[in-house]
């Protein structure tokens, strides 16, 4: 768990899982991303907490239906969209955060990248260096990727002209300019902030987005659990509405829900993955030879559990004994039985900013919408939409339509 990159390496499986050679995610700038994330995001998230709320009651509004009739959405588009619109202002500012053509990117770049390595890992080893990068999928990511560069581009050329020639500038707080102040000249942070913008679609709004699509899809089957989720929210919250990062402390069943959900339609079958640099040693005696692959499963999928879906159960858990309230309890945990975040040193850094999105959004959509599947009433966890397996991911069935209508005023 705590062997050194050098030794066990993270990066290296990473970019071997997303073909970097052919579909270009810069790697090499995951450790900046990592580092600003966890000393520059993370410890300023109670002070962005209502701003990422403003975000995604903007998103909401924009994307979802305003009636009460019953429509029928695309939820994992929906999702998408709301998750790109309510990420790109902390990403790269105001100046893009209402951009269409910069919001259509980002949400392309995550739809192309994945058909884009699904087409290179379907070509022969042998004949990649050649094929791959004439591939249709390939091509076609390439210029969505030159697109974004371009936003990314206007964005720091308009930044570095207002740092210089106006006196009363003000750099923003978001995740451009603090990549840009780590940067040493302007060609780093040009080159950096684009392949930061990629790694934070990929590593941030691609999750949250999956994980909103996987609790609406068992939402949508299990009504008996909404309203008591929306009693919780209007316990927790104060009449204005806002959401503070301490208010969503106080939402155990919300958070009870989530991890119910992802331990039952668990999101990655390995999520601990490394590759030998230099030969190592385990406790045991077993010598790890260099190029060799370690793989550890999702303790759920191999551990035997209680079948009984129970979205409360971790809420009345803590809820039984809470001055002794454990942290094995809660969603947001990450160890070596809890691998929903990763484990080790490259537990997933930016999982404080993904809990504030995904429980900021549930909450707006679980208050203010009802959710159903399709056609008649079809409740029960056996019609939910099955999930879908892909290499080492477990996917929510993708493009599938769900109804959802504006819950009316209380009176």
């Given at each position: 768990?705590?062997?050194?990159e050098?030794?066990?390496?993270?990066?290296?499986?990473?970019?071997?899982?997303?073909?970097?050679?052919?579909t270009?995610?810069?790697?090499?700038?995951?450790?900046?991303?990592?580092?600003?994330?966890?000393?520059?995001?993370?410890?300023?998230?109670?002070?962005?907490?209502?701003?990422?709320?403003?975000?995604?009651?903007?998103?909401i509004?924009?994307?979802?239906?305003?009636?009460?009739?019953?429509?029928?959405?695309n939820?994992?588009?929906?999702?998408?969209?709301?998750?790109?619109?309510?990420?790109?202002?902390?990403f790269?500012?105001?100046?893009?955060?209402?951009?269409?053509?910069?919001?259509?990117?980002?949400?392309?770049?995550?739809?192309?990248?994945?058909?884009?390595?699904?087409?290179?890992?379907?070509?022969?080893?042998?004949?990649?260096?050649?094929?791959?990068?004439?591939?249709?999928?390939?091509?076609?990511?390439?210029?969505?990727v030159t697109?974004?560069?371009?936003?990314v581009?206007?964005?720091?050329?308009?930044?570095?002209?207002?740092?210089?020639?106006?006196?009363?500038?003000?750099?923003?707080?978001?995740?451009?300019?603090?990549?840009?102040?780590?940067?040493?000249?302007?060609?780093?942070?040009?080159?950096?902030?684009?392949?930061?913008?990629i790694?934070?679609?990929?590593?941030?709004?691609?999750?949250?987005?999956?994980?909103?699509?996987?609790?609406?899809?068992?939402?949508?089957?299990?009504?008996e659990y909404?309203e008591?989720?929306?009693?919780?929210?209007?316990?927790?919250?104060?009449?204005?509405?806002?959401?503070s990062?301490?208010?969503?402390?106080?939402?155990?069943?919300?958070?009870?829900?989530?991890?119910e959900?992802?331990?039952v339609y668990?999101?990655?079958?390995?999520?601990?993955?490394?590759?030998?640099?230099?030969g190592?040693?385990?406790?045991?005696?077993?010598?790890?030879?260099p190029?060799?692959?370690?793989?550890?499963p999702?303790?759920?999928?191999?551990?035997?559990?209680?079948?009984?879906?129970?979205?409360?159960?971790?809420?009345?858990?803590?809820?039984?004994?809470?001055?002794?309230?454990?942290?094995?309890h809660?969603?947001?945990i990450?160890?070596?039985?809890?691998?929903?975040?990763?484990?080790?040193?490259?537990?997933?850094?930016?999982?404080?900013?993904a809990?504030?999105?995904?429980?900021?959004?549930?909450?707006?959509?679980?208050?203010?919408?009802?959710?159903?599947?399709?056609?008649?009433?079809?409740?029960?966890?056996?019609?939910?939409?099955?999930?879908?397996?892909?290499?080492?991911?477990?996917l929510?069935?993708?493009?599938?339509?769900?109804?959802?209508?504006?819950?009316?005023?209380?009176?």
């Amino acid at each position: 768990r705590k062997v050194p990159e050098e030794v066990l390496s993270f990066y290296d499986m990473f970019s071997k899982s997303v073909e970097e050679e052919y579909t270009h995610v810069n790697t090499a700038f995951v450790p900046t991303v990592v580092e600003t994330i966890k000393r520059d995001l993370s410890p300023k998230l109670y002070e962005i907490t209502p701003a990422i709320c403003d975000e995604v009651d903007s998103a909401i509004k924009q994307y979802l239906p305003s009636h009460d009739d019953w429509t029928e959405i695309n939820t994992s588009k929906s999702m998408l969209d709301i998750v790109s619109k309510a990420s790109s202002h902390l990403f790269a500012g105001s100046d893009v955060s209402n951009n269409a053509d910069y919001l259509e990117c980002t949400r392309d770049y995550i739809v192309h990248l994945f058909e884009a390595i699904k087409e290179i890992k379907g070509t022969r080893p042998w004949l990649r260096p050649l094929l791959c990068p004439r591939l249709s999928k390939v091509k076609r990511l390439v210029v969505t990727v030159t697109r974004l560069k371009s936003h990314v581009k206007r964005v720091i050329e308009k930044r570095d002209q207002a740092s210089r020639t106006d006196p009363n500038w003000n750099p923003p707080e978001d995740m451009m300019q603090w990549l840009i102040n780590r940067s040493e000249s302007q060609t780093d942070y040009l080159e950096g902030c684009a392949a930061a913008q990629i790694i934070l679609i990929l590593g941030i709004i691609n999750p949250v987005m999956l994980t909103l699509v996987s609790i609406l899809h068992t939402l949508a089957v299990t009504p008996e659990y909404v309203e008591p989720l929306r009693e919780e929210i209007r316990n927790n919250l104060p009449n204005d509405g806002s959401i503070s990062a301490q208010d969503l402390k106080g939402f155990w069943k919300l958070d009870s829900y989530l991890k119910e959900t992802g331990q039952v339609y668990h999101p990655v079958i390995e999520p601990y993955f490394r590759s030998v640099r230099k030969g190592f040693t385990l406790s045991n005696g077993q010598f790890l030879p260099p190029s060799a692959t370690v793989v550890v499963p999702n303790p759920s999928i191999i551990t035997p559990g209680d079948q009984i879906f129970d979205g409360f159960r971790y809420s009345k858990l803590r809820e039984a004994k809470p001055q002794e309230d454990q942290p094995n309890h809660r969603w947001l945990i990450a160890n070596e039985t809890e691998f929903r975040w990763g484990v080790g040193n490259h537990v997933c850094p930016g999982r404080f900013y993904a809990h504030h999105v995904i429980k900021i959004t549930l909450i707006r959509l679980i208050s203010n919408y009802d959710i159903r599947m399709p056609g008649e009433a079809q409740i029960g966890l056996h019609n939910r939409y099955p999930t879908i397996e892909f290499g080492s991911s477990v996917l929510p069935a993708v493009d599938k339509p769900l109804m959802v209508r504006k819950v009316k005023a209380r009176s």
